[in-house]
């Protein structure tokens, strides 16, 4: 076994008399994938390793000390994390030390996120050769296929695919019965992402031939596949695939269809995949909603976002979540404040509160209208239901008020936004005061500029004199 090993990682270490200073074991060869293969390994950095390793290694350690070791010693220090590798080969030279999945776990996790993909290699083909010492009995270690999965997974990442299939083949003749389903996923992701789609077809085709059971992340990622190469009818087919294996749809399969039915122009049968949903008692999320009205508005078709919008409203299926604010704004943009109205009034009623940025827009729409009354209506409605809007909002529409001779009434809507937290600043006071002036109400425009005043909002005496003087 030893022999194996040495014939895998390299040279042995002769081990030097006792009290002769041993040489240097060979270092490993520069990793050109590997940011730290740009920093010299020099003697004196090399001196420096075995001096550590000495003061802080019994001479026979084992292989959770030795990764203990790696993660206070090793990994944080500037001169020495790049030789972590070489540590672990030279371990692997003592007779009295056999690496097992502590120190192959910590070895594939800092080769693969430093991105040192050839010393990974190496470790891969060390690890099928030299199995855990967990194997030397009737079953394998159970560590040893999440270990390949997340080298596997890390090659997948950056696209080295045939060093990610010799890793799971290796795999595959360590392990107990067949490998999980989800090293087949990370495999086939990983061909879909880099737009090998015939290749993710052939190891989809080798799952079913090693009788692995696809699941629900198969198949998504087929069909995602298939729509992304302009094959949405084949995306169909492997829809029905799916359902006819017994694997439930959930709502990633249906998100990306529908966003394909859209794609496709297909708008019936996309709002006839979100109704197939809400049958087989699958919730629509925010994403849902947004693939259906973005691509109703899109294809010209607003007024059946609103009332797909209310639909899904009444039958209580719309997420919480979802801010139908791009809704509301078209609506306003296109001078449809009215049903604007009606669609936030209906959501509103059934327990979709408006977002603030879509009851502002809605404001300032029919302040732009001048329907001066609604937004004041729709404002107290805001503030009764503690969503507070904006002091900007609030000043342009009691300014508003003020012209249209509603000086008293603008100043009701200012105490009842004071009472829910919204406080005046000094140009709400100037607004008020002006409103009362031009309706001759001195003896309330007075009583607001003693508040202000009582509040630090008038700088100097020069202002004072001013709004007082204006009263007359």
């Known amino acids: 076994m030893k022999k194996m090993m040495l014939r895998k990682l390299g040279k042995p270490v002769p081990k030097p008399p006792t009290g002769v200073r041993s040489a240097p074991p060979p270092l490993p060869a520069p990793d050109s994938s590997s940011a730290s293969s740009l920093v010299p390994t020099t003697e004196k950095q090399f001196d420096q390793l075995i001096n550590v390793v000495k003061v802080h290694l019994k001479p026979s350690f084992t292989p959770q000390e030795l990764v203990s070791f ?7 220090h500037p001169a020495l994390t790049h030789l972590d590798f070489h540590l672990f080969r030279y371990a692997a030279t003592l007779d009295t030390f056999r690496h097992d999945h502590n120190t192959f776990e910590w070895m594939t996790r800092s080769l693969a996120t430093s991105d ?10 060390f690890m099928a050769s030299n199995p855990c ?17 997340f080298a596997i997974n890390t090659y997948c990442r950056v696209g080295r695919f045939d060093d990610a299939l010799f890793a799971f083949d290796s795999m595959k003749r360590l392990i107990d019965g067949k490998p999980n389903v989800a090293l087949y996923n990370i495999i086939i992701n990983g061909f879909v992402k880099y737009k090998h789609f015939e290749k993710a077809l052939e190891f ?21 596949g298939y729509c992304k190469n302009s094959q949405f009818e084949l995306a169909l087919e492997m829809f029905k695939e799916m359902k006819n294996k017994g694997c439930v749809p959930n709502v990633v399969s249906f998100n990306t269809l529908i966003k394909g039915f859209f794609r496709e122009g297909k708008l019936e049968q ?7 949903m809400i049958e087989l008692d ?10 259906l009205f973005n691509g109703l508005h ?40 009215g049903k604007a109205m009606v669609i936030v009034d209906e959501l509103w009623g059934s327990g979709y509160s408006p977002s603030l940025i879509a009851c502002i827009v809605l404001v300032e729409s029919l302040r732009c209208n001048r329907r001066i009354d609604e937004a004041c209506r729709f404002v107290e409605r805001m503030l009764r239901e503690c969503s507070l809007p904006d002091s900007i909002t609030l000043n342009c529409l009691l300014r508003d008020m003020c012209e249209a001779g509603r000086a008293v ?45 009582d509040k630090g909002l008038i700088p100097d005496i020069a202002t004072y004199n001013r709004l007082m003087d204006g009263l007359g």
Do not use: W
Not at 116 to 125: H, K, M, P
């Open 70 to 76: 790696l993660k206070s010693r090793i990994r944080h």
């Open 116 to 125: 040192r993909f050839d010393s990974l290699n190496v470790l891969v083909q």
């Open 133 to 149: 010492p967990c194997s030397d009995g009737i079953f394998s270690c159970p560590k040893t296929e999440p270990i390949f999965r």
């Open 204 to 224: 989809y085709e080798k799952m079913i031939r090693d009788r692995v059971k696809p699941d629900v992340i198969s198949f998504n990622t087929l069909i995602s």
């Open 270 to 276: 996309g709002i006839g995949m979100a109704h197939e």
């Open 282 to 291: 699958c919730e629509l999320s925010s994403v849902t909603c947004e693939i």
């Open 298 to 337: 899109r294809g010209g078709k607003i007024m059946e976002a609103c009332n797909l919008l209310i639909d899904f409203s009444r039958k209580r299926v719309l997420p919480k979540s979802f801010d139908y604010f791009e809704l509301i704004e078209r609506l306003c943009h296109d001078r449809n404040v």
């Open 409 to 453: 009434d603008a100043n009701k809507l200012r105490l009842l936004a004071a009472s829910k937290g919204l406080e005046p600043d000094g140009m709400t006071y100037r607004i008020l005061i002006y409103g009362y002036t031009k309706e001759a109400r001195k003896e309330e425009g007075k009583a607001l500029v003693e508040e202000m005043l």
